[in-house]
């Protein structure tokens, strides 16, 4: 299909168009053209393309020949000779159009002299772009960051929350079914009713918040250790074991305390060093069977390093899951038990440890027990080295 076009029209465009007959003469030129080349600005041109390039007989027959065969455009190459100034080089393109009717080769030239800064707008253009998607694509990266550090808040809370909680439900529901044992005498119907109902609750909840436990994983790193308190490592035993003791004594089991006069005090924040001993013995408590013996014992190890440590003969831990508590992930289970329990606390006691500037070591084997020691450095004990001499007096 061939385009029409009219001198009219040709002026309307910006790039510099010529209009070829089949005889080779110019038949029209836009205004840029004749700009460009020197020619008249009005009217028909009276010269021929040959004149204007300095091609050949040949050269020019070909040229035109290949232009009027095609109505697509074809890449050419021409040299212009203005009627004043220097040969202009340029590239062109050419194809056959009508102009009044007849048969015309249209040639469309390209300015190389505005080429370089077209191409230097439009890589221009391309950097601005890929500068702005770059920027699109470093903030979407950034947003699986700033969601998991949103999770991680919320799962913190959730957590601990629900860990601070399952310990005393734990001591109630075994207060209750110690009380349903009716050890020292019949409770009365009412009563009993009052039991049963705590009891239902109270296993209701702790459902509730083992759920919680399995859901949301906690990180307690972001606390800080608060190293001007000083806590009774003494009180906090005695608080401890009261809580766990109901459920010892439901199972039968001993726990031994070491002598006050040998409990240093700490330079740490009490809520978190009793929270860290309630896990470690609830664990032990929990896990250890009917019988078994619990004992807490203080000793000062090489380089003065104060070790509290939880030692029971329970089921022990496997060496898999072992491995993912002391490398600070959450395990399924911490013991070996026929329940489904969540290995949270000693998990989360490392934690907490390493917030108040200790640390937990944790050992176990499979049949014989655990031993769980929390170890804190002579700047969180309230003496420091003189502690050590002191506690090695009256221990011996």
Same mark, same amino acid.
């Given at each position: 299909m061939n385009s029409n076009v009219s001198p009219e029209c040709l002026d309307a465009f910006p790039?510099?168009?010529l209009v070829v007959g089949d005889d080779g003469r110019l038949h029209a030129a836009n205004s840029p053209a004749a700009t460009l080349l020197?020619?008249?600005?009005?009217?028909?041109?009276?010269?021929?393309?040959?004149?204007?390039?300095?091609?050949?007989?040949? @050269?020019?027959d070909n040229l035109l020949q290949?232009?009027?065969? $095609?109505?697509?455009?074809?890449? %050419? &190459? +021409?040299?212009f000779y203005p009627a004043a100034g220097r040969p202009l080089a340029l590239r062109c393109e050419g194809w056959r159009c009508l102009?009044?009717?007849?048969?015309?080769?249209?040639?469309?030239?390209s300015d190389d002299a505005q080429t370089p800064s077209r191409f230097r707008h439009l890589v221009d253009e391309l950097d601005q772009e890929f500068?702005?998607?770059?920027?699109?694509?470093?903030?979407?990266?950034?947003?699986?960051?700033?969601l998991h550090d949103l999770d991680s808040v919320r799962d913190q809370k959730l957590a601990q929350m629900g860990h601070d909680l399952r310990t005393p439900l734990n001591a109630i529901i075994g207060m209750t079914e110690f009380m349903r044992s009716e050890p020292?005498?019949?409770?009365? @119907?009412?009563?009993?009713?009052?039991?049963?109902?705590?009891? $239902?609750?109270?296993?209701?909840? %702790? &459902? +509730?918040?083992?759920?919680?436990?399995n859901l949301a994983w906690v990180d307690s790193q972001s606390r800080s250790a608060t190293t001007e308190v000083l806590a009774d490592l003494g009180e906090c035993l005695d608080n401890c074991c009261k809580v766990v003791e109901p459920i010892a004594k439901l199972r039968g089991l001993h726990i031994l305390l070491p002598e006050h006069d040998s409990i240093p005090r700490l330079r740490a924040d009490q809520l978190l060093v009793k929270q860290i001993l309630l896990n470690l013995l609830g664990n032990a408590a929990k896990y250890t069977g009917s019988g078994g013996h619990i004992k807490v014992s203080i000793e000062w190890r090489r380089g003065h390093a104060l070790a509290i440590r939880v030692r029971d003969d329970g089921p022990g831990i496997p060496k898999e899951q072992l491995a993912a508590?002391?490398?600070?992930?959450?395990?399924?289970?911490?013991? %070996?038990?026929n329940d489904k329990r969540s290995?949270?606390?000693?998990?989360?006691?490392?934690?907490?440890?390493?917030?108040?500037?200790?640390?937990?070591?944790?050992?176990?084997?499979?049949g014989e027990g655990t031993v769980a020691s929390l170890v804190l450095p002579p700047h969180l004990v309230e003496g420091g080295q003189a502690a050590v001499h002191e506690f090695n007096c009256a221990a011996g």
């Open positions: 790039e510099p168009l020197g020619l008249s600005p009005s009217g028909r041109p009276e010269i021929t393309l040959r004149e204007v390039t300095g091609l050949s007989a040949v @050269e020019f290949s232009c009027l065969a $095609t109505a697509l455009p074809i890449q %050419l &190459r +021409l040299t102009l009044g009717g007849e048969n015309a080769a249209l040639i469309r030239i500068r702005v998607r770059r920027h699109h694509e470093s903030s979407l990266r950034s947003v699986p960051t700033r020292f005498g019949p409770l009365g @119907e009412k009563y009993s009713e009052y039991v049963d109902d705590i009891h $239902t609750s109270g296993g209701l909840l %702790l &459902r +509730l918040v083992d759920q919680v436990l508590i002391n490398g600070g992930h959450m395990a399924h289970s911490a013991y %070996l038990t290995g949270f606390g000693l998990a989360l006691s490392r934690r907490t440890a390493k917030a108040i500037g200790g640390r937990l070591n944790v050992r176990s084997t499979v």
